[in-house]
């Protein structure tokens, strides 16, 4: 089966760096991706990581290692409007996507 | 606008009651996703249809069902309705070979 573990809660200033870090288990790896939900919204496809390394899209970078079964999404010159939930997601052997449980960014000002 | 549309957008309904829920996918997706997010929960994959036929299932109730019609829209079914099912349902639509999926607006469920 396949299970992802990331932190629950993360706080962070306006303008600072932020990580969050995800740790995977899975019969077969298709690669990792990023969500973004704010509350009571829908869940928006950030990024997506199928080899090893950084990939950076804007403000937002993702890294994967493959080896060690990790990732994090690196969030730079945080804005109030990042304060969302932010899921890990890896696809499984059938094409359904297992999401980790979430984790919680507050930007404070 | 993700091009998912899910109807009703709330739904208020009584233990032991059935409902349904719809989900169009977007234009050309084949995948069509649910899921069941409950109060500060994460996602809970509910089951996958692709081109008509389940594809996956993950941890769906008994009492659920779903199905995904020739022209592609998705129904999900919940019956014996209790107070634990209230959550928000979303769907998610995707191309089968990519990891990006699309969801919807989602359903609210309250079960009073």
């Known amino acids: 089966g396949q299970s992802l573990e990331q932190p629950s809660e993360v706080t962070a200033v306006e303008g600072a760096i932020v990580q969050i870090n995800c740790t995977y288990q899975?019969?077969?790896?298709?690669?990792l991706s990023w969500y973004q939900q704010h509350d009571g919204g829908a869940p928006t496809f950030l990024s997506y990581?199928?080899?090893?390394g950084l990939e950076e899209t804007g403000r937002f970078s993702s890294f994967l290692s493959r080896s060690d079964s990790y990732g994090y999404l690196l969030l730079q010159e945080l804005q109030m409007k990042d304060s969302a939930s932010y899921f890990c997601?890896?696809?499984?052997?059938?094409?359904?996507?297992?999401f980790g449980k979430g984790t919680k960014l507050s930007v404070k000002p | 606008d993700s091009g998912v549309t899910q109807t009703p957008k709330h739904l208020i309904t009584a233990t032991g009651q059935r409902v349904t829920l719809r989900c169009s996918p977007r234009?050309?997706?084949?995948?069509v996703y649910w899921y069941q997010q409950s109060l500060d929960q994460g996602l809970q994959f509910l089951i996958q249809?692709?081109?008509?036929?389940?594809?996956a299932k993950g941890n769906i109730l008994e009492r659920f069902s779903a199905q995904q019609f020739p022209d592609l829209h998705s129904e999900l079914n919940l019956s014996s309705l209790e107070l634990g099912d209230s959550a928000l349902y979303f769907c998610?639509?995707?191309?089968?070979?990519?990891?990006?999926?699309?969801f919807g607006q989602g359903t609210r469920l309250t079960v009073v």
């Open positions: 234009s050309g997706d084949l995948s």
């Open positions: 899975t019969s077969g790896f298709y690669g």
């Open positions: 990581n199928a080899l090893d």
């Open positions: 997601a890896v696809k499984g052997s059938q094409g359904n996507l297992i």
């Open positions: 998610a639509s995707s191309v089968e070979v990519r990891t990006e999926a699309f």
């Open positions: 249809y692709y081109n008509g036929e389940e594809r």
